[in-house]
């Protein structure tokens, strides 16, 4: 045999000390080293791993290899082996690239050489990473387990404590970002793999990708790539298909014709974190580095988005008698003024104000004037909330919650900031109004017994700070200073992510995480603070966590019809896997956030956001809410797991699809980015 080691050291420099990883490979496999400490390696049963049967919904059968000769290329390092089966043999190839920026390069490559059809087959990859209890980061579906969500619906969305026997897999095509992250807080290292995700020959169903994810041993945690099983939650062969269940999604094997050549690309990184809950971070940004979703030269252009999305707000304005403003939903259907999350009736009062130059309608002063002069209508108790919605046909106002009031003070207090510049309308109302909410709530937050349930006030943080100023009212920023305090001792160290920041999902979010973001954000760019910039941009990072980075290849149906392109859209929630164009709303703080760190990648990436979000909409301006990248619905005939994926719900054209593409707009030009 030939035998050849090879070690390979860089070093990754903190703010403290210099801390060495090393790569080294002999005639296992490849062992990442930290510190000396060999952390990630191949598992002790061989460097290749394949099942050959499938038993209760699961692979079965296993047999193992390890290489037999070692090859040395260039810079490659490449590992030769086979596996002798019943069937015939299977050839085996590993070739590893140590690369610059500190990740390892591997293509896997399986060729069958059997003069038969082998059947059952389960093609994987598998790495072990050393340490009890090592916290994971599945982008979109898992963060250091769903603590928060796990404590209110476990059987719903994915939950995972580190115990020994617990696994948590997906599909390719499910991951916004393809990598998995695990975390060893107490000894200070991370690790992540990366897949290049891809469907697979030879699969007994059709759609079939690869699928990526952690099992949990005693002393160690697996990284593992199948050829198509999935399960969590104890569950082998099961779909995050539905939003309150999951689905059986089984028989994913192959059958390997002779001859078939299967390949797999993924990439291994380890290195150091200087706290506990930012490990995600690192791999995050690799990511982007990896796939590069900066093309939004393909995209419809900023003045375009603007022009068909005010036009579609205009076919939702309200007027009967002294009721005016944009409806939430098609008005044929119901006419409502809701205010937050879903309606986003206060949303044009400012985004208008803005826009008005580049959209040159002469009606838009007086839409804002009076539609904002509606809103103020609503009551307002002593601790600042207030119903957000006003059924016209009824003359009720109904509704009222904490993502809906912050979001609707934000609003407000955007619009009496950006009025008092043009001098154009008059706030008193306005101004009364925020006054009125501001006080009830500072109050609130400030009392001793304050402990919000959820990071669903953090919508509060910036319109606190903003009206501080507006009105020069210390109680306010103290409000938003200690709200902020408080999501920040929460949520940095990641027991317990950024949550319940939407409203049909009782788990982790983006919109969660977007709250924090918006407020940690507002408070740096008001108070100039640095802590609350490092606080704004681990909770931006969780947001991106989100962020779809590469164009998932469709089946046949509605978004394929498109040739829709998946980059810079944003998936829901652990529990709502669809994605959507949340994201739009905040980047332009994701841009800022490329200005203040000095980081172009981030400003690109706002751009695209924006841009790739706009697909979709229809000739009217019209646009739904929920596209089916995954084996994932909340509509229609979900009856067949394998028929969900590439589907489109097109009716769900509720207001916010529209004023957050306004909103966005606004606060773009206000910063005058070039997207």
């Given at each position: 045999m030939?035998?050849l080691?090879?070690s390979?050291t ?10 060495s ?5 002999d ?6 080293s ?7 390696m ?7 791993s ?21 090859q040395?290329?260039?810079?490659w ?36 050489k059997?003069?038969d059809t082998?059947?059952?087959a389960?093609l994987s990859?598998?790495f072990?990473?050393s ?5 994971p980061?599945i982008?979109g ?5 769903n ?8 059987d719903?969305?994915p ?33 992540a793999?990366?897949t ?6 030879g699969?007994v ?23 198509g ?24 094997y ?6 078939r ?15 506990e809950?930012s ?6 940004y ?29 076919t ?7 009721v005016?403003?944009?409806?939430m939903?098609?008005?044929?259907l119901?006419?409502?003024l ?14 208008l ?7 040159n309608?002469?009606?838009i002063?007086?839409k ?7 809103l103020?209508?609503?009551p307002?108790?002593?601790e600042?909330?207030?119903p957000?919605g006003?059924n016209?046909?009824?003359k ?5 919650d ?8 934000y609003n ?20 009364a ?16 017994d ?5 990071t ?9 700070v903003?009206?501080s ?25 990641m027991?317990?992510?950024?949550w ?8 982790e ?15 740096y ?10 606080w704004?941009?681990?909770?931006m ?14 089946p ?41 760190l ?10 695209v956001?924006?841009?790739?979000c ?5 000739a ?25 994926r590439g589907?489109?719900?097109e ?6 699809i ?5 909103n966005?707009?606004?606060?773009f ?5 070039d997207?």
């Amino acid at each position: 045999m030939k035998y050849l080691i090879l070690s390979v050291t860089f070093f990754i420099t903190t703010s403290l000390i210099v801390k060495s990883q090393t790569v080294s490979f002999d005639n296992h496999g490849p062992q990442i080293s930290f510190n000396g400490k060999a952390v990630v390696m191949p598992p002790n049963e061989g460097l290749w791993s394949i099942a050959t049967g499938w038993s209760d919904d699961w692979m079965a059968d296993w047999a193992h290899a390890d290489p037999t000769e070692v090859q040395q290329s260039g810079d490659w390092m490449i590992f030769l082996g086979k596996l002798v089966l019943r069937e015939g043999e299977m050839l085996l190839r590993d070739s590893y690239r140590k690369l610059d920026n500190g990740l390892l390069k591997c293509v896997r490559r399986f060729e069958w050489k059997g003069t038969d059809t082998l059947h059952h087959a389960t093609l994987s990859v598998r790495f072990r990473m050393s340490g009890d209890r090592l916290k994971p980061l599945i982008p979109g579906v898992l963060y250091y387990g769903n603590e928060m969500g796990a404590k209110v619906n476990p059987d719903i969305i994915p939950v995972y404590t580190g115990r020994t026997g617990e696994f948590a897999v997906f599909e390719d095509h499910r991951y916004p970002m393809p990598f998995v992250m695990l975390e060893n807080a107490s000894e200070k290292y991370a690790a992540a793999v990366h897949t290049t995700p891809s469907p697979v020959r030879g699969a007994v169903l059709s759609d079939q990708w690869w699928s990526m994810g952690i099992e949990a041993h005693e002393g160690y945690t697996e990284f593992v790539l199948y050829s198509g099983p999935i399960g969590y939650n104890g569950r082998h062969s099961v779909a995050k298909a539905l939003q309150r269940t999951p689905m059986k999604y089984t028989d994913t094997y192959l059958s390997l014709e002779p001859g078939r050549i299967i390949e797999k690309e993924f990439y291994i990184e380890l290195y150091p974190i200087e706290r506990e809950g930012s490990g995600f971070q690192h791999p995050l940004y690799t990511s982007l580095d990896l796939h590069k979703p900066y093309k939004g030269e393909r995209f419809d252009d900023f003045q375009t988005i603007i022009e068909d999305k005010y036009r579609f707000a205009q076919t939702r304005w309200i007027e009967e008698g002294s009721v005016c403003g944009f409806g939430m939903y098609d008005l044929s259907l119901r006419k409502d003024l809701v205010m937050g999350w879903c309606g986003q009736a206060a949303s044009p009062g400012y985004a208008l104000q803005v826009l008005a130059p580049r959209l040159n309608d002469p009606d838009i002063t007086d839409k804002v004037q009076r539609s904002l002069d509606f809103l103020t209508t609503y009551p307002i108790d002593e601790e600042g909330l207030f119903p957000v919605g006003y059924n016209v046909a009824e003359k009720k106002f109904h509704g009222g919650d904490h993502v809906s009031c912050g979001q609707a003070m934000y609003n407000f207090s955007k619009a009496i900031e950006t009025a008092r510049k043009n001098k154009n309308y008059r706030t008193t109302k306005w101004e009364a109004f925020l006054r009125k909410a501001c006080d009830g709530q500072s109050k609130r937050i400030l009392r001793d017994d304050w402990n919000p349930h959820s990071t669903a006030e953090g919508f509060y943080i910036a319109p606190l700070v903003i009206a501080s100023q507006l009105f020069d009212n210390e109680d306010y920023k103290k409000a938003a200073i200690k709200a902020s305090e408080l999501y920040a001792n929460r949520h940095l160290t990641m027991n317990g992510c950024y949550w319940g920041g939407t409203l049909d999902a009782t788990c982790e979010d983006k919109e969660g995480a977007w709250a924090a973001f918006q407020g940690f954000l507002e408070l740096y760019e008001r108070i100039k603070e640095k802590r609350y910039l490092d606080w704004a941009k681990h909770a931006m990072d969780v947001c991106l966590s989100y962020v779809v980075v590469w164009d998932i290849p469709l089946p046949a149906g509605r978004m394929a019809d498109y040739n829709f392109k998946t980059t810079g859209w944003t998936v829901v929630s652990p529990q709502n896997q669809h994605i959507d164009v949340y994201g739009v709303l905040f980047a332009p703080e994701v841009y800022k956030m490329g200005i203040y760190l000095n980081d172009e990648r981030l400003e690109k990436l706002a751009s695209v956001m924006y841009r790739s979000c706009y697909q979709l909409t229809n000739a009217y301006g019209s646009q739904g809410e929920q596209l089916q990248q995954t084996n994932f619905a909340q509509h229609g005939d979900m009856s067949n797991v394998h028929k969900l994926r590439g589907g489109y719900s097109e009716s769900w054209t509720v207001f916010w699809i529209t004023a957050h593409f306004l909103n966005a707009a606004a606060r773009f030009e206000e910063i005058n980015a070039d997207i």
